[in-house]
């Protein structure tokens, strides 16, 4: 079935160091993809997504390219933040016609960053 | 507008008793879909709902039932409540179940405890 490999966390940072979670996908058709970030004792809110090859999703200094060739979704942030701590989630999504509309989620990473 | 509303935000319940949750979707949205999220297993789909009807369900035994109104709330229920139901339930709406634009938003979840 279809999955999500993401990177193990948990990491930690410096503030205004580069950021990278790794996540990569096995799917039998072509997905969309998403990262979700988690705060503290809340829900999960949309960061990005991207939804057919080469699209490159970004949103509040991070970004991620859907490619097709490594079936790959790496995030990215070039200077984090402190209020950037959070856990993040990989997921995907099939969208065939007349298949299931659930998202598949990766472990999540959680990332700490430090002052 | 509002988001998605999940009540109550935290349960604690004995094993072998039932339990229903709630959650009201963002105005206009049909879709609502419900999560199981648990620091072993990670985020797991449960099952979708679109005008009032079970489009999807994910694999979780029959003790896990949902419903949903005519106004798009829905609620699900656990019977015979188990230590291992013991999760963070979350509940995501969409516009609706079959366009690939479609965005999952997410509520706060309903932490349960079961003891």
């Not at chain 2, 509303?5 to 609502?32: D, M, N």
Request: aromatic letters at 12%; a neutral charge.
């Amino acid at each position: 079935g279809d999955s999500v490999t993401q990177m193990e966390g948990p990491v930690t940072l410096s503030e205004e160091a580069f950021l990278t979670i790794n996540c990569t996908y096995t799917a039998t058709g072509y997905p969309s993809l998403f990262w979700y970030v988690q705060y503290p004792g809340e829900g999960l809110q949309l960061l990005l997504k991207a939804t057919k090859a080469d699209d490159k999703g970004s949103n509040k200094g991070f970004e991620a390219t859907y490619r097709k060739e490594t079936t790959s979704f790496h995030l990215e942030k070039g200077s984090v933040q402190v209020s950037d701590s959070a856990v993040y989630f990989c997921a995907l999504r099939m969208d065939s016609s007349g298949s299931a509309r659930q998202l598949t989620f990766g472990s999540g990473t959680q990332l700490t960053v430090l002052p | 507008k509002a988001g998605v509303t999940q009540t109550p935000r935290y349960l604690i319940k004995t094993r072998g008793q039932q339990v229903t949750l709630s959650c009201s979707p963002i105005s206009g949205h049909r879709s609502v879909s419900w999560y199981q999220q648990t620091p072993g297993q990670g985020l797991q789909f449960l099952f979708e709902y679109f005008s009032e009807t079970q489009r999807n369900k994910g694999n979780f035994p029959g003790r896990f039932s949902g419903r949903q109104f005519s106004n798009s709330r829905s609620e699900m229920n656990v019977s015979t409540l188990e230590l291992g139901d013991s999760a963070l339930y979350l509940c995501a709406s969409s516009l609706s179940a079959g366009l690939s634009e479609n965005i999952q938003y997410f509520g706060a979840g309903t932490r349960l405890s079961v003891l």
